[in-house]
Nanobody, 123 residues
Framework: QVQLVESGGGLVQAGGSLRLSCAASGRTFSRYAMAWFRQAPGKEREWVAAIYWSGGSTYYADSVKGRFTISRDNAKITVYLQMNSLKPTDTAVYYC????????????????WGQGTQVTVSS
């Protein structure tokens, strides 16, 4: 059974940093794209960043480019999201997701999801 387990969320002041982790298990992910999404209250789920397990190419939403970094540790089967220069507008529940083959910005195209971790940025 596939499991994606996020951790690392919390409360941070504007300008601060957090690192989220997503531990994956239950299958081989070598042909998968991994992504982070976020969802603020009353808003749709928004794609944030993606990475391919094989090769490690990365992709970012314009709203986080230059501030967030997605990475993976193949040995630990874990994906990270390093978030720097956080803003109050980054406040949301952050979700890890997995999709076979190519990444997409559409949440509906992802096969597996984690339970989410809350990130709150105070001004």
């Amino acid at each position: 059974q596939v499991q994606l387990v996020e951790s690392g969320g919390g409360l941070v002041q504007a300008g601060g940093s957090l690192r989220l982790s997503c531990a994956a298990s239950g299958r081989t992910f070598s042909r998968y794209a991994m992504a982070w999404f976020r969802q603020a209250p009353g808003k749709e789920r928004e794609w944030v960043a993606a990475i391919y397990w094989s090769g490690g190419s990365t992709y970012y939403a314009d709203s986080v480019k230059g501030r967030f970094t997605i990475s993976r540790d193949n040995a630990k089967i874990t994906v990270y999201l390093q978030m720097n220069s956080l803003k109050p507008t980054d406040t949301a529940v952050y979700y890890c997701a997995a999709k076979k083959d190519y990444y997409s910005g559409a949440a509906s195209s992802y096969d597996y999801w984690g339970q989410g971790t809350q990130v709150t940025v105070s001004s």
